[in-house]
């Protein structure tokens, strides 16, 4: 059986014994272990079906936490993470030899954070070690933003699902790594990149030497992916036409008229806000994956801010 309760102490109880707990952030739901614990984090990856080349992020409880896990922290670094943390932002930092080679899947570096959550934080400075989580889904599929997600996923599999009830900010976090003091981006997510480059200037893409065969962490062509068939397109009205014999599910930023008889449709956003459309975005995905259709038409966010996130999350996710 799997709980979902609000019960910290049972978490605690659990990770010290070294088992998994689902936890809740700010950003998705993670499946996380004790970062310090080889034997807990092949657990994380086992559940998922992850492959052991994708590394996990660790999540600490406060900026002093660093000085345990990483070393040589560059002082753009240290300036991001005291703009932004707790909150949406992944430091990819050298690691020191606390962590096992497994959480890093062989990098010199680390990926970091301190989540948002106010449920997550107190479990984290409860605990002597900190969490190693990735978003709590199968490997290649939808994050989880509720916690009837998870169970869907991973129903008696797992003994507890921390219950922080939905995250509020939908999409995972924005993820940063350095090359010296320069800052590069190796996620978008849901602190936006205008507010990082407030601080660090222009960031840079990653130099990417790596075979086509062996992908580069967080970068997999197909991911996030419902089981339904999801086409991406500029113009949901030509291409729910074209699929017109179909079962059609649409999803749309705002609400769209003169809707089609026999589709369903989804609105992200009622304010036409792209928080909002971020807050439900994996949610509404989620939905429409479960009713059995033929074919999920997604349309074009506006490209810009979050909106750019989302589309990266739709082409992933539409990738064949
Ligand atoms: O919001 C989030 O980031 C959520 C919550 C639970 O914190 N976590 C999350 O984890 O999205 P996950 O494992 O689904 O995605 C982490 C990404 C992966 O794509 C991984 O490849 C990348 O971070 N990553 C981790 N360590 C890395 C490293 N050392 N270098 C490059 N990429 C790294
Ligand atoms: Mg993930």
């Known amino acids: 059986m799997t709980q979902i309760s609000s019960n910290n102490a049972l978490a605690k109880q659990i990770l010290e014994a070294g088992d998994l707990v689902a936890i809740p952030t700010e950003t998705v739901y993670g499946l996380a272990a004790n970062a310090f614990s080889e034997t807990a984090v092949k657990m994380i990856f086992a559940l998922k ?3 052991l080349f994708n590394p996990l992020i660790v999540h600490i409880a406060a900026v002093a936490d660093l000085n345990k896990i990483v070393r040589n922290v560059p002082p753009l670094a240290l300036e991001l993470a005291k703009a932004f943390w707790p909150g949406p932002l992944t430091l990819l930092l050298e690691k020191t ?17 301190i989540p948002n959550q106010p449920l997550t934080l107190e479990l984290l400075k409860s605990l002597a070690f900190p969490l190693a989580a990735p978003s709590a889904n199968p490997f290649m599929s939808i994050s989880p933003t509720k916690p009837e997600h998870v169970k869907n996923y991973f129903d008696g599999q797992l003994k507890l699902i921390l219950d922080g009830g939905i995250c509020e900010n939908g999409i995972e976090s924005t993820i940063i790594g350095f090359d010296k003091n320069q800052a ?5 997510g849901s602190l936006e990149i205008s507010a990082i480059e407030k601080i660090t200037g222009k960031l840079l893409l990653p130099k990417i030497n ?8 967080g970068m997999l062509k197909r991911h996030y992916a419902p089981k339904t068939p999801l086409i991406l397109t500029a113009n949901y009205k030509t291409t729910v036409m074209k699929n017109s014999q179909k079962r ?4 749309t930023f705002t609400e769209v008229e003169n809707q089609s008889e026999n589709t369903i449709y989804r609105f992200l956003s009622k304010n036409e806000t792209l928080k909002e459309a971020a807050s439900n975005f994996y ?14 038409v997604a349309n074009y966010l506006p490209n810009v801010g979050l909106g750019k996130t989302m589309n990266d999350r739709l082409e992933r996710a539409s990738a064949h």
């Open 49 to 51: 079906k992850r492959p």
């Open 97 to 113: 030899d606390a962590i096992p080679d497994v959480v890093s899947a062989g990098n010199k570096t680390v990926a970091v954070r």
């Open 184 to 188: 590069v981006l190796y996620r978008e």
């Open 210 to 217: 790596v075979p086509e065969s062996v992908p580069a962490p």
């Open 248 to 251: 059609v599910g649409v999803m």
């Open 283 to 296: 949610a509404t995905l989620i939905e429409l994956d479960q009713l059995n259709l033929d074919v999920i």
